[in-house]
């Protein structure tokens, strides 16, 4: 009996026998894992990707806003070609007036309500250029029906073209612009995790200038006369720059509208020239240069075009200029081409940007 209470004692010492795991616990755990897993990664929602689902959701509701804008901008477009071609022979001069004032008005509430617009991440690099977009629009057409003003007034025919033709040039850089931002907004939207444009498309755009040729010196000038009744067969000499671009290009812009551009240890600036007379041109120069804020010495480069037939564009590159970077230095880049023999007006013969360029590391 001692020693059967003794092998009792002992063995009730080591507390209860653990009782064995039974069922598909540890399959149902490793199920689970694995469809979380899977759920993640379809929806880019939750786990490490949520934060990127938020900013590609961000960019579709960015897209469809900015389209709304665009559609608007749009109709002034149809409305401005179908006026510029047709309605405005028909149109008395209060008429016309009234038209082509409503359409400015139109631009520049686009321009101004659009500028409110605070874009995601993902498109603080876009946002710009289509900001830049309306503004142009909104600027080539003030000074279009400006121009068209008077010439409907019947009072400085010369000054008229002038900005009648500065203003349908602003129309065609804007034009232009606006492919780049499309271009560049569909790139960001196809690499959102849907792998598509996640049911968003960009707006395509109706050109304020259907035919780019419209916007030439001697086409307006031949517009013009058909309200005057003048014969437009004279020479016409004149060169402009059509379009100046840097590498890199702009980022963004100050409150006083200076360019931002990102760092980069090279700088080129592509200026295209334009005929925009009716006789070809020859060696015709072209003079670029570059001054900055801080007193540095100022920087020109020169090049020559040998000869531009009527109507014809080309464009050179300069690439020699040095800027300085800093964020309290200003660069003033200022492009001049000719004047040509016989030129009368040079008006648009020379382009001015001025930009600051990021320190190193910004």
């Not at 038209?99 to 659009?114: G, P, R, V």
Request: charged share 25%; with cysteine.
């Amino acid at each position: 009996m001692r020693k059967s209470s003794i092998r009792a004692r002992r063995s009730s010492s080591g507390g209860p026998v653990p009782a064995k795991r039974r069922g598909p616990a540890p399959i149902i755990i490793i199920v689970a894992v694995i469809i979380a897993g899977v759920f993640c990664w379809v929806m880019g929602r939750g786990c490490g990707g949520s934060q990127d689902a938020k900013q590609n959701d961000a960019l579709r509701t960015y897209t469809g806003t900015m389209n709304k804008f665009i559609e608007r901008s749009n109709k002034i477009a149809q409305d401005l070609d179908a006026f510029r071609t047709t309605e405005v022979r028909d149109m008395s001069r209060d008429a016309a007036v009234k038209k082509m004032n409503q359409m400015l008005s139109d631009a520049t509430n686009i321009a101004q309500e659009s500028s409110k617009e605070k874009p995601p991440d993902k498109a603080t690099d876009l946002q710009p250029i289509l900001q830049m977009v309306f503004e142009k629009r909104a600027n080539g057409l003030q000074k279009y029906v400006a121009g068209m003003t008077d010439v409907l007034d019947r009072k400085n025919t010369t000054g008229a073209i002038d900005a009648m033709q500065q203003g349908l040039m602003d129309l065609v850089f804007a034009d232009e612009a606006y492919q780049r931002y499309k271009g560049g907004l569909e790139t960001k939207l196809k690499q959102a995790k849907s792998g598509d444009l996640g049911g968003v498309q960009v707006a395509s755009i109706v050109p304020y200038v259907p035919k780019q040729d419209d916007a030439l010196l001697a086409s307006v000038s031949a517009y013009v006369s058909h309200f005057e009744g003048t014969d437009v067969g004279n020479e016409l000499h004149g060169v402009s720059i059509a379009g100046l671009t840097t590498s890199p290009a702009r980022v963004d812009s100050t409150a006083d509208g200076v360019s931002v551009l990102p760092f980069n240890k090279t700088f080129n600036a592509t200026v295209a020239v334009q005929n925009q007379g009716n006789q070809e041109e020859e060696n015709i120069q072209v003079v670029a240069s570059l001054t900055t804020s801080d007193g540095g010495a100022p920087q020109q480069q020169t090049k020559k075009i040998t000869a531009l037939k009527p109507n014809e564009t080309t464009s050179l590159v300069f690439d020699q200029l040095k800027p300085v970077a800093g964020t309290d230095k200003i660069n003033t880049l200022k492009v001049v081409a000719g004047p040509v023999p016989n030129e009368k007006r040079i008006d648009n013969n020379e382009n001015t940007f001025k930009f600051i360029m990021k320190p190193e590391g910004q």
